[in-house]
């Protein structure tokens, strides 16, 4: 899901979830009015808890491909910065100071950090951001969604990731002695059983842990010292296989090995929602795409991202520019063409669901994605929280941005 890495997001479907009878969501019903969507901001549904998460994924895949966004664009999401680095996944009024009830949070400072890093000009808003992720680093190495939070395996990627962007070293960055590395290896699990290989979310109460493809995808990027986008590497010319995780980078090759056996059956991954059929997870399949090819077996992701090109077109329409975003991202790892992603011109798709670009790479396509603009911005947007509602209820699609922003559902 997009919005895998959202808590906040999470938490509301569950209470929200739970609290409404099946008569609440019944025709008559309806949510309550979105707030006004800021000009800078892509998609247009209601921004409270994947605001900062998808305008980093849009901006960093815009980058990727060559597109320089608005300049609003940029300045709408450097804006959100609190005056102590954090950022929140979003404030509706930026010029109010953050206080203690300003819920900042790891993921969404970390992937607005990878964005305005790879754009450029932002060294001051990066450097803070990251001083304030080290500040709140656990004694174990590694990160929860929120600040004192229980490490994850998610959290802990997504700050690798913002590390790496400005150039910091994840090995370098020790709380007691223990980097984001081995907090990361400590969720992988060991070879033999069914799941040799995954990642972990966390450990359970007692200490166990349980095989999550979404945290399994997220870590092997992690591991490798890389971020959102990934970055291809060479291919690798031993097969996979899981053998003991003595370093990050092997825990991350055991990932992949894991990631390509979850995809083999149908060339997805599935979202389990509890009391619900199985669904495919778009989202989820387009990141484990990019941990392959960042673990140099992007030749291993060529099914997944051919059922990707035949199935996502809906999902993506709905879902808006977070899962644009991650299919351009994905595209790119992939060496796919995500300006003819069947039939589909990805680039020009998420450049819609926001202010017009800056400027466009010189292309036969750009002409076209320039027309699309800020006049064709679609009514479909990151993720509402009433969309997530309704995914949790009937079993819908994974945070993308966000948000993610960024899906814990195999967790006890």
């Known amino acids: 899901m997009i919005v895998r890495r959202s808590a906040a997001v999470l938490a509301a479907t569950v209470v929200i979830g739970t609290a409404l009878a099946p008569a609440a969501v ?11 969507i800021p000009s800078g901001l892509y998609g247009t549904s209601d921004p409270t808890y994947d605001g900062v998460w998808r305008q980093s994924l849009a901006l960093l895949a815009q980058h990727t491909v060559g597109v320089k966004p608005a300049a609003k664009a940029v300045d709408w999401l450097a804006g959100q910065q609190c005056a102590n680095g954090a950022f929140a996944a979003y404030r509706a009024d930026a010029s109010a100071k953050c206080d203690a009830k300003t819920m900042a949070d790891t993921n969404s400072t970390s992937a607005a950090v990878q964005a305005l890093a790879a754009l450029g000009g932002q060294d001051g808003e990066t450097g803070k ?42 090995a370098d960055v020790s709380k007691d002695g223990k980097s984001p590395y081995d907090a990361l290896v400590k969720l992988s699990m060991p070879c033999g059983g069914a799941d040799a290989g995954a990642f972990a979310y966390q450990p359970d109460k007692k200490g166990k842990l349980a095989a999550n493809a979404d945290a399994t995808a997220a870590a092997v990027v992690g591991a490798l010292g ?15 296989s899981c053998k003991a995780a003595d370093s990050p980078e092997r825990a991350a090759q055991n990932g992949a090995a894991y990631l390509v056996k979850a995809l083999a059956k149908d060339q997805h991954l599935t979202s389990v929602m509890p009391g619900a059929k199985n669904q495919p997870d778009y989202g989820n ?10 673990a140099g077996h992007g030749d291993k992701a060529a099914d997944a991202m051919r059922w990707l090109e035949t199935h996502s077109a809906q999902w993506a329409e709905q879902a808006g520019p977070a899962a644009y975003a991650q299919l351009v991202l994905a595209a790119d790892a992939a060496t796919f063409d995500p300006r003819d992603f069947g039939g589909q011109d990805l680039v020009k798709q998420l450049n819609a669901t926001g202010p017009a670009p800056a400027s466009l790479p010189a292309g036969p396509t750009a002409s076209a994605s320039a027309s699309a603009g800020e006049a064709a911005k679609k009514d479909a947007s990151g993720v509402s929280v009433w969309w997530i509602i309704g995914v949790g209820l009937v079993g819908g699609i994974g945070i993308g941005f966000l948000i993610s922003a960024r899906n814990k559902k195999q967790q006890p």
């Open 226 to 240: 890389k971020g959102l986008a990934g970055e291809p590497l060479k291919p690798v010319a031993d097969p996979l």
């Open 26 to 36: 019944a025709e008559g019903a309806s949510p309550s009015p979105s707030p006004a």
């Open 285 to 294: 399949t387009a990141d484990a795409v990019v941990a392959l090819a960042t």
């Open 129 to 170: 951001a990251v001083a304030w992720l080290k500040s709140v680093q656990n004694e174990d190495g590694g990160w929860g969604y929120t600040a004192g939070g229980a490490s994850d395996a998610n959290s802990t990627s997504v700050v690798i990731g913002a590390l790496a962007a400005v150039g910091t070293k994840a």
